[in-house]
């Protein structure tokens, strides 16, 4: 005998625990098993995109931050050489390698941030997410120290960086990137040794190599997936091809990988820290970049590894002081449109578990 | 203390009505269930306030502390704020049921109460029958859970209130067995007789018993890792999402009195109930109860959640054959070696819980992999 069974329809979210914001997905159900999902997003909306065309390009470093704000600084980054590249300018040595020691700590951030959500996805309660917070904290008191702000940073300047480091910085930043392998082991024990974490999360949302590649995935995602590729690697910006670091990869592309990744990613990121340090070179931090730019016509793509994936702004200079046209390439976003494929035919529990390990930032998503 | 012991006086049997003293045992009822329901009613919160502050200790933070010292009236404090909140129906639930599913989920829990011995002898009534009536009773409370994910009305509550049916019903069996393991031992089904039968706590004659009792109980009473039906993360609050105000607080006093009464299940069952040295009985019986509780807490601050699948695979095809070869080698046990001293037991049984335990996280292992659609 067979039942009738009848789908129903579930909306998860705009206001839902596990949806890291504002995000809505609107379930069919089959009981517990998703038969099909509608990602419905744009409640964040704030039209980032074309405000930009009415200020000057200085003046949008500060919507940037407003983007990804657990990832600030790489958004900074990510513009400010975008407009470098259209105004053709040159960045001093010195601020080269303070963005990426910035960049690569947001990376650990955003990357703890990530873990910790996914965890709380799987159902621990709060504890992971908080001791992550813990480590992201002294993160933030290192920025704090650097430029007086904690979330939105408008740290990174066209041409350079807004201030240069103080005195007290360097050794808090040697006592944090020394104390921070021990922490991450810390959780490895807390987490990998946990069956229930591992039967929540291996072999949950897998994503295959071709899959990866046709969404355009990117970051952890694409990673996870098995795919050696990394802008820092592969189209090296700032000063990255000076230093020693692996791309960690996944086998399968399932949640445990993703997981994985932005582990292994955070000692790297250690690593990057660590080599930046002893190479930072004295000098100027700021090249001399007229206020109102006025680059020339043309058009200019920039982009970075940012935690999430490949963040690009594109730039459009009609050769007045405000950009023509900024667009931006949001990795949340793009790692988002994979998330249909993997929903379907899995528990609600499970989706809850491999949207967070999409790790999205709804701010980057809507924009 | 004393007052448990002044007032009243014996144990007093349920089987046999005392003919010649009604009153004596009016009395004795009516006093007991006042002191009962100020002492559940105390134990709910201080439950409240001991996992708040435990579990803050989990997490690197400090927990409720502002007001009272150490923070101690915070659950007065959320009583009262509860109480005074609007109590909220929303138009289109069915309404009686609606009402009545907070009252139906409280009441069993309350009733689980009466049986516990406190102290040797004081307990509301001593049952005869005393562990089978907790176990029939303690389900009760769970159809007060799914009359309020069914008549919520509200799709989140109706998938918490499926999952409980399936979950709880799985989790019943297993735990029988387990008791079983320990009537078997002790002779009798009366509570105060398990004590009383305890020259070694059963935790070291049932081992396996214990933490299969332990488990099950656990979904039994829906904390973490089985708190399936009202995580957060998936399906928001669960069966309550609709409830506020005063009914809202009857399922969270729910959640706790059960978890007391888990507890103190627990406690006289495998820890020797009021038994123990120095100490009178009663603060015996209170320490074990919230050492076990906070064996609960630490449960819950660590372990992220299984999936509904998982549980259910872990019912079936771990906790029930466990439960029944802890069945077996406890009635072979009983039956061909009465004579034998229990420390010997003891040992037997925690080397073989030890054995098959890892046998049977061997064989079976829960998968994480995709369902098929």
Known sequence: MTLRTETFILNAGPQHPSTHGVFRMRFTLDGEVIQDVEPVFGYLHRGIEKLAEGLTYSQDIVFTDRLDYLASMTNNQAYVLAVEKLAGIQVPERAEYLRVIMAELMRISSHLMAVGFLLNDIGAFLTPLLYMYREREKILDLYDMVCGQRLTYNYMRIGGVSQDIPEEFVPALKRFIDSLPRFIKEYEQLLETNEIVLIRTKNVGTLSKESAINYSAAGPVLRASGIKWDIRKADPYSVYSRFKFEIPTGIKGDVYDRYRVRIEEMHQSIAIIKQAMEQIPQGEIQTKVSRVLKPAKGEAYGRIEGPKGELGFYLVSDGGTNPYRLHVRPPSLINLTALRELLIGVKIADAMAIFGSIDICVGEVDR | ?373
């Open chain 2, 1 to 373: 203390m004393s007052i448990f012991s002044n007032v009243i006086p014996t144990v007093i049997h349920a089987a046999p009505l005392a003919p010649d003293w009604p009153s004596g045992f009016w009395s004795h009822l009516i006093i007991f269930v006042v002191i009962l329901f100020i002492f559940y009613i105390f134990m709910a919160m201080a439950f409240i306030y001991f996992e708040r502050r435990v579990i803050s200790r989990f997490q690197i933070r400090i927990g409720p502390n502002r007001i009272g010292p150490f923070g101690l009236f915070q659950p007065v404090a959320d009583v009262i704020k509860i109480l005074i909140k609007e109590d909220i129906i929303p138009g289109n639930v069915d309404k009686i049921i609606y009402i009545l599913a907070p009252a139906v989920a409280v009441v069993p829990s309350i009733l689980v109460f009466a049986v516990i011995p406190f102290q040797n002898g004081t307990a509301l009534i001593d049952l005869n029958i005393g562990i089978l009536y907790i176990v029939a009773i303690s389900s009760v409370s769970t159809v007060g859970l799914v009359m309020a994910g069914w008549s919520s009305n509200n799709k989140y509550a109706l998938i918490s209130a499926m999952r409980i049916i399936a979950q709880v019903v799985s989790y019943e069996i297993p735990m029988a067995l387990a008791i079983l393991g320990v009537v078997l031992f002790s002779g009798t089904l009366s509570m105060n007789g398990i004590v009383q039968a305890q020259t070694v706590p059963y935790i070291l004659l049932q081992p396996l018993g214990f933490v299969i009792y332990f488990l099950a109980s656990m979904a039994e009473i829906n904390r973490t890792p089985f708190d399936l039906l009202e995580a957060e993360g998936e399906i928001v609050a669960g069966f309550n999402i609709e409830y506020s105000g005063f009914k809202f607080a009857l399922f969270f006093l729910t959640e706790y009195a059960e978890a007391i009464a888990v507890s103190a299940i627990i406690t006289t069952l495998y820890l020797g109930g009021w038994k123990g040295p120095f100490l009178p009985p009663i603060l015996w019986f209170l320490i074990k109860v919230f050492a076990v509780f906070a064996l609960i807490i630490w449960v819950r601050a660590t372990l992220p959640r299984l999936r509904i699948d998982q549980v259910m695979g872990f019912a079936w095809k771990c906790l029930l054959p466990l439960a029944i070869l802890n069945l077996l080698i406890t009635a072979c046990q009983v039956v061909f070696w009465p004579a034998l001293s229990q420390w010997i037991i003891a040992g037997v049984n925690i080397v073989l819980s030890a054995v098959l335990v890892v046998l049977w996280s061997r064989f079976f292992r829960l998968t994480g992999d995709k369902v098929e659609a």
